[in-house]
């Protein structure tokens, strides 16, 4: 059964600074890994799609890696912003059956 | 990216009445939608896996009866929360996808207040 962790559950930084969120599964068995944004009493605005083929994605200040072997994937955030301070989500597709989520990061960047 | 509707965003019903809520997938066919609870703070529990013109498939301890999905075209499946009462109330999110292993995309959420 696969299982999603993400590290850490909330993380808070200065404005400007990097960062880096970390998703870890179990099976690497994958055939895509998606991170997703989530703003408190929001839906989920999809971030990066990485299919397991690939190594990595970049959007704006995003983005995202994937190790598949070793069952990781990153999302490292340039320059952060006040504004993207939200909760990150992780989720995994296996292949026949739902995304797999992680519980999130909780981030806040202070002005 | 796609664009995913629900509606409503926020409702207020009384015990033991029904609430009927819309997911649709405004810019693609989706072939499988999916329906989500969030209690505060928590992630997603997946509830539900809808596939057009069939029945839903329900995860373990989600009352079918109770939670009624329906999805009877490629652009809509509703989620009908039937006899609610107070523990029903929470945060419901659907997903869609236009197929098998694509980008996931999700709805803004509706917020199911039962007094």
Redesign the interface.
Known sequence: KQEVTQIPAALSVPEGENLVLNCSFTDSAIYNLQWFRQDPGKGLTSLLLIQSSQREQTSGRLNASLDKSSGRSTLYIAASQPGDSATYLCAVDSGNTPLVFGKGTRLSVIA | ?AV?S?HPSRVICKSGTSVKIECRSLDFQATTM?WYRQFPK???M?MA?SNEGSKATYEQGVEKDKFLINHASLTLSTLTVTSAHPEDSS?Y?C?ARDG??T???????T?LTVV
């Open positions: 990216g995913v629900q999916f928590k992630s997603l997946l896996t945060f999110i997903s098998k292993n980008e996931a995309f999700f709805g803004q959420g917020r």
